[in-house]
């Protein structure tokens, strides 16, 4: 018999019982569901990472409070609040730091914005009159406010395209009063659709004088983080080094204590994005192997039930003169069989899974990537493979080793 006379007879002996089939390869279809997904998933996010930096900037400089190694996140973008990032911190780095364009400060809270009945919920974004040259935009209707309304403590306001729509519905919105927080501001501008940057969206957002986000919407003195646009012929590592020695003598701290602030620009933090992603990745392809591994041994339970239920077969066809490899053989490729068919689904429902989550995360206006790569396939297809061969060769081999007189005798 060869390789195709043994996948006719399994796939008979399969689709005899189609139910218990279906359910021995759920946890073959799962398991590679998951791979195919871990792996798609893993180059959307990429992706997206890569999106994000490129609509913030390479020559971007990102500083935010609070300690953090060489690897990590700092504090401060884990959710924590740290008050050591003070507004005369980055006027300082401004002026001492060569190859520094501009740089800005910025607060975020969250409020209903209204506007006579009209009412939406969005973000007021305190920032610098810098902001316009850090961020590289230009406000697409109006102005933008200037450093002596900052200090003023001004109330006036620039929309986000989003925010515009919601409120105003394309009328004119220049002069016209929001409130935020029960305080009244003057829109003087309104921004261009940006979509999202930096993962915030940019269309949702309000944005106010710094100082007045400050002391009149939030009762703080420090900054969430700040941004800094450097010239583009210059080194960024050198660049980093000043701002870093900078903040250290603006926070006076010693040669022995760590800095409580950190610096990056953003190219490293794509770095410690993807190094995040990753590590997440492995755990999600660890928990995937799980799943393998109890679909191997349920794989394995099954082939014994379909020895002892063809225990007779088994010994007619030895009698007939089959040989030990063939006994192997036909039950290798019937768990190889089952595998395969589970790896398929698996391929075929993890495609549909990753399809769904690109879509989703594009109506999000996250540009992500749907991507399932040849590599993904044939590892999914490799692993089905090897997983029935493991588990499958102690059935085989325990109906190989059957006596073909007993095996004729089994009721």
């Excluded at 359910?23 to 890569?50: C, D, F, H, R």
């Excluded at 660890?286 to 379909?306: E, H, K, P, R, T």
Aim: aromatic fraction near 8%; include cysteine; proline fraction near 3%.
């Amino acid at each position: 018999m060869n390789i195709f006379d043994h996948a006719q007879i399994s796939l008979r002996a399969l689709s005899a019982n189609r139910n218990r089939s279906f359910l021995t390869m759920l946890g073959i279809i799962i398991g590679i569901a998951a791979v195919i997904i871990i792996i798609s998933v893993g180059k959307g996010a990429e992706s997206l990472l890569y999106s994000q930096i490129s609509a913030i900037g390479s020559d971007l400089i990102g500083i935010l409070p609070g300690a953090s190694d060489e690897d990590g996140p700092p504090a401060a973008a884990m959710g924590i609040t740290i008050t050591t990032l003070k507004n005369n911190d980055i006027r300082e780095v401004e002026k001492q730091v060569p190859g520094v364009i501009a740089a800005s400060g910025y607060i975020r809270g969250q409020d209903t914005i209204t506007y006579e009945n009209q009412k939406f919920d969005a973000a007021f974004m305190g920032v610098e009159a810098t902001y316009t040259v850090v961020e590289n935009v230009q406000v697409e209707s109006g102005r933008f406010f200037t450093k002596e309304e900052d200090n003023s403590l001004v109330r006036v306001a620039v929309l986000g395209s989003k925010v515009y729509d919601e409120l105003f519905h394309g009328d004119p919105a220049i002069g016209k009063k929001i409130k935020i927080r029960k305080e009244s501001f003057t829109v003087i501008g309104v921004m261009p659709p940006r979509g999202t940057a930096g993962f915030l969206n940019q269309d949702t957002q309000v944005f106010i004088p710094l100082q007045t986000a400050q002391k009149i919407m939030l009762g703080v003195d420090h900054l969430a983080f700040a941004r800094v646009r450097v010239a583009k012929n210059v080194v960024i590592d050198d660049v980093l080094e000043q701002i870093r020695q900078v903040l250290r003598e603006q926070h006076n701290l010693t040669s022995s204590e760590v800095d409580d602030f950190s610096v990056r620009s953003a190219t490293q933090a794509l770095d410690l994005l993807s190094t995040l992603t990753s590590a997440l990745a492995f755990f999600l392809a660890a928990i995937a192997g799980i799943s393998l591994l109890v679909g191997g041994v349920g794989i394995m339970n099954i082939m014994l039930i379909a020895v002892n239920e063809r225990i007779q077969e088994i010994g007619l066809r030895k009698s007939l003169g089959a040989k030990t490899k063939d006994i192997i053989t036909q039950f290798l490729v019937e768990a190889m069989i089952l595998t395969l068919l589970g790896a398929i689904i698996g391929i075929l429902a993890g495609s549909i899974i990753s399809f769904l989550i690109a879509v989703v995360a594009n109506q999000l206006d996250y540009k992500w990537d749907f991507v399932i790569t040849p590599f993904s396939i044939i590892l999914s297809c490799s692993i089905a493979l090897l997983i029935g061969l493991i588990f499958g060769y102690y059935p085989a081999k325990k109906a190989a080793s059957l006596d073909p007189i007993e095996a004729l005798r089994y009721e």
